[in-house]
C-alpha cells in the first residue's frame, strides 16, 4: 500500500509522522472520510469542501489548494489500484514544539490513506441493528463545534466505548438540551407517516454528506423531509429509523434503548433509499482511472 503524505508516496511501513505532529500531540487537526466505489470517487467535492470548512474553524491553512487535494485523492486511489474502498484524508497542524501554540508549527501536513472498511457486519443490514442512547452528550457549538470534523474524536469514542459495554455497536447521542443530535459516526433518520425527518445540524450533528444525499433522494421520491428537534420518544414511536454514513451508507435501525421501532424490521421506505443509494454510488463520482 502507497501512503500519500505531502507530495510524496511512501510504502506502509515508511509512512510516519513525526512524535512532534501537533495532530499527535494534542488531536490538533481535521480529517475526512470518503469512498470510492467501482473506480470512481464518490462526492469527492463536497468532502473536499468540508475539509476546508473544518479548517476554517480552527484557522488552518491547508497548504494546498482544493483541485490539488482533490487530485492527491485520485492519485492515491490510482497508485493502489483502488477501485472500491475507504479514503481516508487529514490535515495535522504540522511538526511544533511541546506546548499547545500552533504558532509554532511550521507547516501542516497533508495524508492521504486509501485502504478497506467493513464497519458493520451483514446480517444487521440486513435484518437492522440495535443501537442505545449514551450518557455522554455532543460537544456545545461554543466548544469544539461539532460541525468540525476535528482528530479530536474522543467525544465520540466515549460515546461509542459506553455503546460497546452496552452490547451494541452504535449509539445516538442526544445534545446537552436532551434533543437528538446523532450517533457516533453516522447522521440518523426517521421516518412517520410517510414523512422524513433528521436533527437540524443546530442540534449537533454533523453536516454529513451521505445526509445530504439521502435527503436530496428523498425529496426526489415525492418525501417530505425536515429538520426538527428530535426527542427520544420521536425515535421510540417512528415507523422506521435508519443511520447514513460514508462508511456505514444506510443501516436500517430496529431497536432502540429496548423499544422496536415499527414492525422490527426494516422498513420500505429504509430498503428503498438503500437501493437507490447503491445505485447512485456506483455511476457517479470523480473517475480514478
Ligand atoms: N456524524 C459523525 C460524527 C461522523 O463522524 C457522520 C456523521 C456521517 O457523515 P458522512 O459525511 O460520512 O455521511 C460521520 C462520518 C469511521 C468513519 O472510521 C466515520 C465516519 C465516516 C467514515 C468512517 O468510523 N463518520
Do not use: W
Not at 469544539?144 to 465520540?156: C, D, E, F, G, T
Amino acid at each position: 500500500m502507497k501512503i500519500y503524505i505531502d507530495g510524496k508516496y511512501y510504502d506502509e511501513k515508511n509512512a510516519k509522522v513525526s512524535v512532534f505532529d501537533h495532530g499527535l500531540l494534542y488531536g490538533d487537526g481535521i480529517f475526512e472520510g470518503i469512498r470510492a466505489y467501482n473506480g470512481r470517487v464518490f462526492k469527492l467535492k463536497e468532502h473536499i469542501d468540508r475539509l476546508f470548512y473544518s479548517a476554517k474553524a480552527i484557522l488552518l491553512e491547508i497548504p494546498i489548494s482544493h483541485a490539488e487535494i482533490m487530485k492527491a485523492v485520485v492519485d492515491t486511489c490510482r497508485k493502489n489500484k483502488l477501485r472500491d474502498g475507504y479514503i481516508r484524508l487529514l490535515v495535522t497542524r504540522g511538526i511544533g514544539t511541546l506546548g499547545l501554540n500552533p504558532n509554532r508549527c511550521k507547516r501542516p501536513s497533508v495524508i492521504v490513506i486509501a485502504d478497506k472498511i467493513q464497519l458493520y457486519p451483514k446480517e444487521m443490514y440486513d435484518n437492522g441493528m440495535a443501537i442505545v442512547t449514551v450518557p455522554t452528550t455532543r460537544n456545545l457549538h461554543n466548544a469544539v463545534n461539532p460541525a468540525i470534523k476535528s482528530l479530536n474524536y474522543l467525544n465520540n469514542i466515549l460515546a461509542k466505548i459506553e455503546a460497546n459495554i452496552a452490547g451494541v455497536e452504535e449509539a445516538i447521542m442526544l445534545n446537552a438540551d436532551g434533543y437528538v443530535a446523532e450517533c457516533t459516526g453516522d447522521n440518523i433518520f426517521l421516518l412517520k407517516g410517510g414523512k422524513m425527518y433528521t436533527p437540524p445540524l443546530s442540534a449537533g450533528a454533523l453536516y454529513g454528506i451521505t445526509r445530504g444525499v439521502v435527503m436530496d433522494m428523498a425529496r426526489e421520491a415525492g418525501i417530505e423531509v425536515s429538520e426538527p428537534n428530535l426527542t427520544r420518544y420521536d425515535v421510540f414511536n417512528a415507523d422506521e429509523c435508519f443511520l447514513t454514513g460514508t462508511g456505514a451508507e444506510l443501516i436500517p435501525v430496529t431497536k432502540v434503548d429496548g423499544r422496536v421501532i415499527g414492525t422490527g424490521k426494516p422498513g420500505p421506505i429504509t430498503k428503498s433509499l438503500v437501493k437507490s443509494y447503491h445505485a447512485l454510488t456506483q455511476i457517479s463520482g470523480e473517475p480514478i482511472f
